[in-house]
C-alpha cells in the first residue's frame, strides 16, 4: 500500500480492531505484524473458545495506576457494542457458569476461530493490508518527510505539503506514515508473540513506561508447600483466595508447580514478590462452628472423615498431614476444643509464601505498561502527536474474564474514531 493514513504495529486484537474501525471511515491502512499468522493470542485464547467479553465490565475489574482512564474508552465502545457484532457475524456463543453462578463471562460455542475471522473478514472487505512476517528494525519521526495534499480553498484546488511522519525501516523495506498506532501487546507468551517493542518505542518518544510484571499467572513454591502441589496435582476446590488488597472466590487448582485455576491467576496481578497469600478453604461455612458441632453430633468420627463430605479427600489428607498428624486417628470426641480452633484457623486462613510466579512465559497479560499520564484517555493518542498506544501495551489490566479483550477492542475503537 502507498502512502497508508496509518500504520499499525501488531495485528493481535486491538490492532485488527484499530484497523476496521479507521478502514470503516476511509483510512487507508497497514497493518505491520512480525508473526506468521494475524491473532494468534485470539485463537489460543478461553481454552480455543475466547471468552471475548464480559457481561459486567466496569472500571473496577482493571488495574492501572490510574483507575479512571479506561472508562471513557469502556463507555463508547462497550461490551453490548461487540456482542451486538457478534450476533450479527451468526457467531454462537454461551455464559460460562462457575462456582458462583453465571459469571458474565462470553465465550464462543464453537471456536476462537469464528472472532477472528470475523474480524479479518471486515479487514477484507475495508482494504486493510496486513503485512506478516514484518520485523520491525527501526521507527523514526521525520519532520517533512511526507507529502500530502492539502485543500488551499478557491481556485487553486488543491497543493502538496511537507508534514512529519513516522518512517518504518523493517525487513520488507521503509513504510511511511503520518499516524503511528502501537498495538505490540506485551510481554506475555513469547511465543504468541509477547514483545517489549510497545514499550521500547513509547520510551524512545521521551513517554513513562510503568514497570511491568507478568499478572494472570501461576504461583510456584519451593518450600514444602512444592511437595504438596505436586501430590494434590489436579485438585481443584472452591475457595477464597487473598491478600492485604484482593480477594477472590474462585476454584484453586493444585499444579505440580504451585498453585492455578481461577483464583490463583485473579489474584497474582495483585501480589508482589516476597508476599504471603491467605486461602479460606471453606468458604461457605463458619468453620470452628462446624467443627465444634461435628464434635457434638458425631463424637465417634475422625476429623478427615468429616472434612471428606466438604472438601477433596485427597486434600484432606494431606491436611491432615500437615496439620494434625498426632490426631489423625483420635475420636473428635477426644479433641481438646483448641485444637480444633487451631485446625480451624488454619482451614479459614491458610498463609502460604509463593517462591514467584510461572512469569511471562505462561502469563495471560502484561501488567504496567505506557503510562496513562502520556496518553489522552479519549483517543489514546500520546504527547507525541500522530502516536497512539492501544491494548495490553498500555498501563491497563483486566481482571480474568474476558475484561481484557474488551479493553482491546474499546481502547482500538477509540483511537480508530479518532484517527
Ligand atoms: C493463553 C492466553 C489466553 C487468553 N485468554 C483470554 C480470554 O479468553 N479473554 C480475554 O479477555 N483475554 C485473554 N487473554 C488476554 C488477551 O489475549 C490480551 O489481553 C489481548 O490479546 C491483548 O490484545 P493486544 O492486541 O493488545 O495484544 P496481542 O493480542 O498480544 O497482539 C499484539 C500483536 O503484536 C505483534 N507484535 C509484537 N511485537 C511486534 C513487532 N516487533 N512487530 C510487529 N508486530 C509485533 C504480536 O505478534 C501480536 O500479534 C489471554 C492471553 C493468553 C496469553
Not at 2 to 9: A, E, Q, R, S
Request: glycine fraction near 10%.
Amino acid at each position: 500500500m502507498k502512502n497508508p493514513d496509518l500504520i499499525i504495529i501488531g495485528a493481535g486484537a486491538a490492532g485488527l480492531m484499530c484497523a476496521i474501525t479507521a478502514a470503516q471511515r476511509g483510512k487507508r491502512v497497514l497493518v505491520l505484524e512480525r508473526a506468521n499468522k494475524a491473532g494468534k493470542k485470539i485463537l489460543m485464547s478461553g481454552g480455543g473458545r475466547c471468552n471475548f467479553t464480559n457481561l459486567h465490565i466496569a472500571p473496577d475489574r482493571y488495574l492501572s495506576n490510574n483507575p479512571h482512564f479506561c472508562k471513557s474508552a469502556l463507555s463508547r465502545y462497550t461490551q453490548w457494542d461487540f456482542i451486538e457484532w457478534v450476533e450479527r457475524s451468526g457467531i454462537e456463543y454461551f455464559e460460562k457458569e462457575t462456582v458462583n453462578g453465571l459469571s458474565g463471562q462470553l465465550f464462543c460455542r464453537q471456536s476462537s476461530k469464528l472472532i477472528l475471522a470475523m474480524l479479518l473478514n471486515e479487514c477484507r472487505q475495508q482494504d486493510v493490508e496486513i503485512r506478516l512476517n514484518c520485523e520491525i528494525e527501526n521507527v523514526a519521526h521525520q519532520r517533512g518527510a511526507w507529502s500530502r495534499q492539502a485543500a488551499t480553498g478557491g481556485r487553486q484546488g488543491n497543493k502538496t505539503v511537507a508534514a512529519d511522519a513516522f518512517s518504518l525501516k523493517t525487513n520488507q523495506g521503509v513504510f511511511i506514515s503520518e499516524t503511528l498506532v502501537v498495538a505490540a501487546g506485551g510481554l506475555s507468551i513469547p511465543s504468541l508473540g509477547g514483545s517489549g517493542i510497545g514499550y521500547e518505542l513509547a520510551e524512545s518518544f521521551g513517554l513513562r513506561v510503568l514497570p511491568t510484571s507478568a499478572g494472570l499467572v501461576p504461583f510456584t513454591f519451593t518450600d514444602s508447600m512444592h511437595g504438596v502441589c505436586e501430590r494434590l496435582s489436579g485438585v481443584s476446590n472452591e475457595v477464597y483466595l487473598f491478600n492485604t488488597r484482593q480477594s477472590f472466590r474462585e476454584d484453586l487448582l493444585f499444579t505440580h508447580r504451585g498453585l492455578s485455576g481461577p483464583a490463583a491467576l485473579q489474584l497474582s496481578s495483585y501480589w508482589q514478590a516476597g508476599e504471603s497469600i491467605y486461602v479460606n478453604l471453606l468458604p461457605d461455612h463458619e468453620i470452628l462452628s462446624l467443627l465444634l458441632s461435628w464434635k457434638q453430633q458425631h463424637p465417634k468420627a475422625l476429623l478427615r472423615t468429616q472434612l471428606d463430605h466438604v472438601l477433596p479427600r485427597k486434600l484432606v489428607l494431606e491436611l491432615e498431614n500437615l496439620w494434625w498428624p498426632e490426631l489423625a486417628e483420635t475420636a473428635l470426641a477426644e479433641w481438646p476444643n483448641v485444637w480444633l480452633e487451631a485446625v480451624a484457623q488454619k482451614l479459614e486462613d491458610w498463609p502460604l509464601l509463593p517462591a514467584g510466579t510461572e512469569g511471562y512465559r505462561t502469563a495471560e497479560v502484561t501488567i504496567g505498561g505506557v503510562d496513562t499520564r502520556d496518553l489522552s484517555s479519549k483517543t489514546m493518542e500520546s504527547t507525541t502527536p500522530g502516536l497512539f498506544f492501544i491494548g495490553e501495551v498500555v498501563d491497563v489490566t483486566g481482571h480474568l474474564g474476558g475484561f481484557n479483550f474488551q479493553w482491546a477492542w474499546s481502547s482500538a475503537f477509540v483511537a480508530g474514531d479518532s484517527i
